[in-house]
């Protein structure tokens, strides 16, 4: 039987990472033990947000599949794009996608994830939107620290769900969450990366709000 051949296509977030390698070796790593030896007849490694959708080297890594006959391979899923429609139309192309973190999902697999994800993403930002317009319609001052303290319980009340999943898979450092956090597209309030001392927080409000529910329910 002939081997596999492979297109490899990379993806860091900013310049930075992609000049000093954080994050590329972990991608090529994944990719070296998913390919197992395998031949990799290119390699492509775009320095873009996965938030844009303009992307000239994956679509030089897609071509370059097709005419090699090759499969498209990446680290993970959200590489590609945390957008459904974006990766509906890659899907489209008919080149055979692989991604090394769920190593048996076909296309139909990596839509739906997709799709889930996006989802999620979306209920988030209205969670947080409806709770910011509920303290302005109560004309509580725009600013103060008290809204922005409800601001970030209401954020991280969205999140509680996502948290206890992965505390029941035994994911429960503030590094290990911070990483599951990034790596399915939550951001933080601000709208940035998560790190060991964000989730921390996160965990306290969490912690805070559920003590104050239990204290309640124990009134007469």
């Known amino acids: 039987m002939q ?3 492979y297109v490899a296509y990379y993806r860091v977030s900013t310049q930075m990472q992609g000049q000093s390698g954080l994050g590329l070796e972990a991608q090529r790593a994944a990719v070296a033990g998913f390919t197992r030896g395998n031949p990799i007849v290119a390699e492509f490694t775009e320095v ?10 994956l679509r030089l890594a897609l071509n ?3 005419q090699a006959g090759a499969t498209l391979v990446i680290a993970k899923l959200d590489r590609l794009s945390r957008d459904v429609h974006f990766i509906s139309g890659l899907l489209k192309q008919n080149v055979p996608i692989k991604a090394c973190d769920m190593p048996n999902a076909d296309n139909f ?8 994800a996006e989802k999620e993403r979306e209920m988030i930002s209205k969670r ?3 709770a910011i317009a509920a303290k302005r319609e109560r004309g509580d001052a725009w600013g103060t620290n008290a809204v922005r303290a409800e601001q970030a319980q209401a954020h991280a009340e969205t999140m509680r769900g996502f948290v206890q999943c992965l ?3 035994g994911i429960t450092t503030p590094a290990a969450i911070a990483k599951e956090l990034n790596q399915r597209g939550y951001e933080t309030i601000k709208g940035g990366k998560w790190h060991s001392n964000q989730v921390t927080r996160l965990l306290e409000r969490l912690a805070e709000k559920e003590c104050s529910t239990q204290s309640s329910l124990r009134l007469p």
Do not use: L, W, Y
């Open 109 to 116: 697999q990596f839509h739906i994830m997709a799709a889930v």
């Open 128 to 130: 947080t939107k409806e």
């Open 64 to 66: 370059a599949a097709e």
């Open 3 to 5: 081997p596999t051949s």
């Open 167 to 169: 505390n029941a898979g």
């Open 48 to 57: 873009e947000s996965g938030k844009r959708d303009d992307r000239p080297q």
